[in-house]
């Protein structure tokens, strides 16, 4: 097998270990998951796979930045930029079913929920790369709103929980319970009536 010279080529092989590496630990779990079966899979040589990841934590953890970090990118942008609470939240809505529907976000949190107990570190890493920062987006996004007064908001750290909240739980329905699409929601209708409803419970108004 010769070696990627490109930095394309490098990256074109650690997305196709990647992609291997959650196939096999989604169907076998973390555990059963062997770095031979990830080459394998890949259509590359174990030592290619050791080229780039020196360990099945390693390549776990590779997952995690891979599926976490565009993402995060996306909720700072619209967090960021968005000129109103209530454009924020329409940003977010908007966002959800597209993060559910066209990531690999659900598998990775099945397969995190299914061997927690293997990896404490690597759940400890996600829930800080991810889920903490994403909170600590919303949260400030939150106080800023409070503080110039366009909405009602007496803990922002917690109504930013109630905000993820639907994202999270259908993120763990499509990747538990929907992966053949034999119990599909309708995604786009859930998270509207959730803005709607959150609209309304932080009394948002125009500040001028």
């Known amino acids: 097998m ?17 992609t291997a590496a959650l196939d096999e630990v989604f169907e076998k779990g973390f555990a059963a998951t062997r770095m031979d079966d990830v080459a394998r899979r890949a259509g590359l040589s174990k030592g290619t796979l050791y080229l780039y990841f020196d360990s099945k934590e390693a ?13 995060l990118e996306i909720v700072e942008q619209i967090t960021e930029q968005a000129e109103t609470l209530q454009e924020a939240l ?3 809505r908007q966002f959800a079913p597209t993060l559910i529907r066209q990531t690999d976000l659900p598998r990775l949190m099945k397969v995190l929920i299914g061997d927690s107990q293997l990896f404490p570190d690597l759940v400890r890493a996600y829930r800080e790369d991810l889920i903490e920062r994403v909170l600590a987006m919303i949260a400030a996004l939150l106080s800023r709103a409070d503080a110039r007064g366009e909405a009602n908001i007496a803990d922002p ?16 329905w499509q990747g538990v319970f929907n992966q053949n699409s034999e119990a599909d929601v309708d995604l786009d209708k859930l998270f509207e009536i959730h803005e709607q409803m959150m609209l309304k419970a932080l009394e948002i108004r125009c500040v001028s």
């Open 90 to 92: 329409q940003g977010i």
């Open 59 to 71: 390549l776990f953890q590779g997952l995690i930045e891979s599926l976490a970090y565009p993402n």
């Open 2 to 18: 010769l070696r990627a010279r490109s930095d394309a080529a490098k990256d074109k092989r650690r997305q196709a270990l990647l």
């Open 157 to 172: 750290e917690l109504t930013a929980r109630l905000i993820m909240a639907p994202i999270i739980f259908s993120a763990l």
